[in-house]
């Protein structure tokens, strides 16, 4: 047996596919809410991030 003739599940370890990320529908829609969780999070994060440069940044700077 070679290490492509099957791979493991993303979401709950199972053996897949070697083409396949997830065993089955629900994996697959679960590890679909879990990425667009992921990036939600990311965005504001960013977002924050930018707000509080730019409320930092710009007094210091003299832009109104």
């Given at each position: 047996?070679?290490?492509?003739?099957?791979?493991?599940?993303?979401?709950?370890?199972?053996?897949?596919?070697?083409?396949?990320q997830?065993?089955?529908?629900?994996?697959?829609?679960?590890?679909?809410?879990?990425?667009?969780?992921?990036?939600?999070?990311?965005?504001?994060?960013?977002?924050?991030?930018?707000?509080?440069?730019?409320?930092?940044?710009?007094?210091y700077?003299?832009?109104?």
């Amino acid at each position: 047996m070679t290490f492509d003739e099957h791979r493991h599940c993303k979401v709950c370890g199972k053996t897949c596919g070697p083409e396949e990320q997830t065993c089955s529908e629900a994996c697959r829609l679960r590890r679909t809410a879990t990425l667009r969780t992921r990036r939600l999070y990311t965005y504001l994060l960013y977002g924050i991030t930018l707000f509080i440069v730019l409320v930092v940044v710009l007094p210091y700077l003299g832009v109104r």
